[in-house]
């Protein structure tokens, strides 16, 4: 008897817990050190999360139980609270909905907007889960440009030009992952001004706006953008280390008055999934009371920054790599020099780098990125670490062919 998956999963992909990090695994098992530069898992590399103990103990009762679909209310408060920080305006209590991770989140959100053959905008390189659940939602996707030539940025004509009468909605990924950039104000502008022109809702993933380094300055597009429907998203994963926790939230705000059948729709999938862990939903109030519990790690002698320098100088400086240098977040999207090291199949890259030099990275396609031409690096491992990294990286750049 065969089973086979389903049509459904056609053309849907996470590359980033793929086949190469399956044999990372399998690898490891077998006794081999495998250095994983995949993912972004910072209590993975010694980082320290805050110590929540005292709360889970003294709130068991109440965690215990399943909490209303969209989440605690104090939770919820202190969501509202936090995203009106930032710019957001007028959020009500009834549009904050918590879940396991925002990675659930983006399920919900997209599984209660699209049609089949309703396209939705994603950049390139994106983070590969939203491209995913978008067609497990029957979505068509449309990737626009992020420009490598300029910072990462969104390339405003590009996201013009492929925009269609089966357009719904635009995804911003800002801070961006896999490129770490951060966007200005005149590029959500541009944004919000064509959301506008074409009655576009706006999905802004922003997982990543309490890791910011080098002054960027993180702008909210929902706080730029009181006239139009936009669903924001992040969580504690990152900022607070505590990605095993799977806390996040997402906030639907601007003008909301046409969209009472997509907020029920979102209200019965969070229904359907009964409430997002409560332990971890117990834990929102506190961290953010102390939103920037990461700071130290971003500035100048700090964790992050020196690993973040320590990668950047590093792979500049490997013959047939060129890179752009991220203001926030963990990782860096490095361009290789394709035709110099003869390289056209990415995934067989990093595939090929596993095996001999035992370092886990994931290629650019990984990302829907076009091109074999990039691979992204997590930059969460000590100096000394990243230093053998480049090394290891150098060695194997420095003979490796692929025809």
């Known amino acids: 008897?065969?089973?086979?998956k389903s049509n459904k999963m056609q053309n849907v992909s996470y590359d980033i817990r793929g086949p190469v990090a399956a044999l990372a695994t399998k690898m490891e098992r077998e006794g081999t050190p495998i250095i994983r530069l995949n993912t972004g898992n910072p209590a993975a590399f010694g980082f320290k999360p805050p110590k929540y103990g005292d709360i889970l103990t003294n709130q068991l009762q109440l965690t215990a139980?399943?909490?209303d679909a969209k989440g605690l209310m104090a939770a919820r408060e202190a969501i509202a609270a936090y995203e009106s920080s930032k710019g957001i305006p007028n959020i009500n209590i009834e549009n904050v909905f918590t879940g396991n991770g925002v990675s659930e989140l983006i399920t919900m959100s997209l599984q209660a907007l699209l049609n089949d053959g309703d396209e939705i905008l994603i950049p390139t390189p994106d983070y590969p889960l939203w491209t995913a659940a978008a067609r497990l939602a029957g979505g068509t996707v449309v990737h626009y440009l992020c420009d490598e030539a300029a910072c990462w940025f969104p390339?405003?004509?590009?996201?013009?030009?492929?925009?269609?009468?089966?357009?719904?909605?635009?995804l911003v990924i800002n801070p961006n992952n896999p490129t770490g950039a951060v966007y200005p104000r005149e590029i959500l502008e541009s944004i919000c001004d064509l959301a506008r022109q074409h009655s576009l809702l706006i999905f802004s993933d922003e997982i990543y706006d309490r890791l910011l380094m080098d002054d960027a300055e993180h702008?909210?597009?929902?706080?730029?953008?009181?006239?139009?429907p936009v669903v924001t998203m992040n969580g504690l994963s990152k900022s607070h280390q505590l990605c095993g926790f799977r806390s996040g939230w997402m906030v639907l705000s601007g003008n909301l008055s046409g969209i009472d059948d997509y907020l029920d729709g979102?209200?019965?999938l969070a229904s359907m999934r009964l409430c997002s862990n409560v332990n971890a939903q117990a834990i929102i109030p506190a961290a953010l009371a102390d939103p920037h519990f990461s700071r130290d790690t971003l500035l100048p002698g700090g964790r992050l920054y020196e690993q973040r320098e320590q990668a950047y100088v590093g792979l500049k400086n490997i013959p047939g790599i060129s890179v752009v240098k991220a203001k926030a977040g963990l990782y860096m999207f490095p361009k290789l020099d394709i035709e110099m090291l003869r390289i056209n199949d990415d995934n067989q890259f990093v595939l090929d780098l596993l095996r001999e030099k035992h370092v886990l990275l994931t290629h650019g396609r990984g990302y829907n990125w076009d091109a074999?031409?990039?691979?992204?690096?997590?930059?969460?491992p000590k100096k000394d670490v990243l230093a053998d990294v480049i090394v290891r990286l150098q060695d194997f750049l420095s003979i490796y062919r692929q025809y």
Do not use: G, N, W
Request: aromatic share 6%; net charge neutral.
């Open 1 to 4: 008897m065969e089973i086979r």
């Open 65 to 67: 139980a399943y909490s």
């Open 155 to 170: 390339d405003i004509d590009d996201i013009r030009r492929k925009i269609t009468p089966h357009t719904k909605a635009i």
């Open 219 to 228: 702008i909210a597009i929902a706080a730029l953008a009181p006239d139009l």
């Open 266 to 268: 979102l209200t019965v």
């Open 372 to 380: 074999p031409d990039h691979f992204r690096i997590v930059y969460l």
